[in-house]
């Protein structure tokens, strides 16, 4: 997007790492960037290597949006783009982390330490490698340091995450058959209540409304806020109807076909289905002290759509009511019968 004449470019941009790990640097040098190109950028010791996933005008929202402001002079900066030696470098270090993060696991259970590690990553020049470890309690993880860095020859720092940035950076394939949201596109993790499920009706089942981390789905505040502003003038589902036939307790409710279900103290199997503005009339009427004449007066009739299914035998494809039929013994019992007539002797 071209600018207007005498505005400058903004002079920030945001660069990947490893696992979606994104970071603002200063464009000082005015260098030409775009979107994709490595770069070499200022680290607390040495540089490090990273992807350029924003520049311009964009970055500025971006900043706004993280609360960062384009005006900090202590952000660091951009040093270049990363040479072919810089990206040799780089890949070479990210090579080696499997089998370092795979010997780290080992000495951390000869030391038996009640933590986790989940993942390492390597500074661009491969001078420093950040181990992120997930754990209950605070640990001690001092001599842990020391012989990592005595095997690795290099400097370590130890960062603790969350179980929700575990499955960030390690990825996966959620029960939706897609992959995990946090890993590809969802950048801020707010908290999930079990009420979310409430308010969705769904059952509290631990084992369907957890996570790869363990924790509820990200995706249960997805459409929150569409069932919180269909129940702003739904009726609460713990309503209790006086009629002359006798007191109604609520057993289900339909939020978006704004339909509940009551049925009598005394006769709870049989439920009758109430639209949303019959309860609210019943309830008004209950408030001035009268009571309505009974369910059924204001029971709307349930009308079940039966999809009749209809089946293409195609090519290939045996019948579907193949199983239904009675299998036919009859050759099979001759079959029998002619083997016991060879087996027997003649009789002269």
Not at 60 to 72: A, F, H, T, Y
Not at 176 to 193: A, I, K, M, P, Q
Not at 325 to 343: A, L, Q, V
């Amino acid at each position: 997007m071209s600018l207007p004449n005498g505005q400058k470019p903004f002079d920030c941009v945001e660069v990947r790492f490893k696992n979606s790990r994104k970071e603002f640097f200063r464009n000082e040098d005015d260098l030409t960037l775009s979107i994709g190109d490595v770069v070499a950028t200022q680290a607390k010791s040495g540089h490090d290597v990273g992807v350029v996933t924003l520049c311009g005008e964009l970055v500025r929202v971006q900043m706004k949006k993280k609360k960062v402001s384009p005006l900090d002079r202590s952000l660091p900066k951009v040093y270049r783009k990363a040479s072919q030696r810089d990206i040799d470098i780089w890949q070479k270090c990210r090579d080696r982390e499997e089998e370092i993060k795979k010997r780290s696991r080992e000495i951390a259970i000869a030391l038996k330490l009640e933590m986790k590690l989940s993942d390492v990553e390597f500074q661009g020049d491969g001078s420093k490698a950040t181990f992120y470890y997930t754990a209950e309690d605070r640990v001690d993880f001092r001599q842990l340091i020391k012989d990592m860095a005595k095997v690795f020859q290099i400097r370590i720092e130890m960062r603790q995450i969350g179980y929700r940035q575990e499955a960030q950076r390690l990825g996966g394939i959620g029960s939706c058959g897609r992959e995990l949201c946090c890993s590809t596109w969802l950048t801020d993790f707010r908290s999930v209540s079990t009420s979310a499920a409430r308010y969705q009706q769904l059952a509290l089942n631990p084992q369907k409304l957890a996570g790869q981390c363990g924790k509820l789905k990200c995706c249960l505040n997805y459409e929150l806020d569409m069932y919180l502003e269909a129940l702003k003038d739904f009726p609460p589902q713990d309503s209790k109807l006086m009629t002359e036939k006798g007191l109604a307790f609520c057993q289900k409710a339909d939020i978006f076909k704004q339909t509940l279900w009551f049925s009598y103290k005394d006769d709870p199997a049989n439920w009758h289905a109430l639209d949303k503005d019959h309860v609210l009339e019943i309830l008004e009427m209950n408030r001035r002290g009268e009571k309505a004449v009974s369910l059924e007066e204001f029971a709307q009739e349930v009308v079940q759509e039966k999809d009749e299914a209809v089946f293409e035998n195609v090519v290939g494809q045996d019948s579907l009511t193949r199983f239904d039929r009675p299998k036919n013994n009859k050759r099979r019992n001759k079959k029998r019968r002619n083997n016991k007539s060879k087996s027997r002797p003649n009789a002269k």
